[in-house]
């Protein structure tokens, strides 16, 4: 692992990541699926891929003005110099000098790119222009069941006499924008949005894990029947002429969905898996065992599109396993 402190060469990353090049890394995106479809979500933060598609020529205070800020009623917000209309409405932290100062553009997003490394202390990561905190959640009231980690994708913005953050949880569904007004009085104590967004995300995240998981529960959770097999392991799971019984057990525990029971024409599918790397000697159990296979959501679009709109594909991992690894299926 290639730490904060580390360095990225061919020993510590394998000779092929080291050969990469940017023009090889582009060629094998144009050829990768998308994860999701152009305009399917607010995931692209280019202002020229909203002039193209709109016909606009906006800069990115214009698009930030237009698009975030006016329809959140933010009419007091501006970028640059202070209009004189607002010069009234302007705070004054610790002295007149902060008032009339222009920052400049230093400011705009995507002013240089990060480094993807995990930082030593193992709890915030980094990527391209996000800070990427991990929180743990507990996913019930036993003290020894496994918590579930969320990453939280936030941005800082300081500047002459504000602080701000704004985070994203996409597993969850929401997020927060903290905005505050800082002064040099002594006789006040500054506010830390960093600080108060770890605070929020304490008693929002298990709000809002609770809230999904009772949604994914009623959408998921049961038994499937009237099932076809596709053939796909045919030469593991065939009809045997005498039973045709099809169906799937679906669990939901811990706020983690689990199948259970996978049985295709009156035998165990999970339990094919499973003998796809049986030997004389070996017949380790991975799927095929009591407690199933955990399930992940498949957020790839053109996973989920080819079977059809409403369709959700879901990967099963192997129960236990920390992170996922190359012995997956989809399904």
Known sequence: MVLATGKADADTIGAKWAAATPEG???HAAKTNLMFAPGQRAGCAVVNYYNNLTGSDLNWSQLTMDQ????????????GPIPDALLPDIGVPGGPNWADL?????????????PNVALPDGKQLVGPGWEIDLFDVPTSANAS?????YA??????DGGGWHSWIDLIPDLGYGLVILTQVSGSADYVSISPSALKAEFHQHLMPAFAEALT??????FAGWYGQGEDSGLIADVVKNNGTNSTTYAKVELEGQILYLRELVVNGSSALEGLDR?????????RYFSTPAGVALTPAEGAAENEQFGP????WRMMIPGLDVCDWFDFDG
């Not at 069941?145 to 980690?149: C, D, G, L, P």
């Not at 409403?310 to 594909?313: L, S």
């Open 102 to 114: 222009v920052v400049g553009l230093g400011y705009d997003p995507a002013a240089g790119m990060w």
């Open 68 to 79: 975030i800020l006016s329809p959140l009623c933010m009419t007091h917000s501006f970028f």
């Open 152 to 157: 939280s994708y936030g941005k800082a913005g």
């Open 25 to 27: 890394v582009i060629e």
């Open 214 to 219: 009772s949604q994914v529960e009623k959408r």
């Open 145 to 149: 069941a496994t918590n579930k980690t």
């Open 310 to 313: 409403g369709t959700q594909v």
């Open 276 to 284: 796809l790397s049986w030997t004389d000697d070996y017949q380790g």
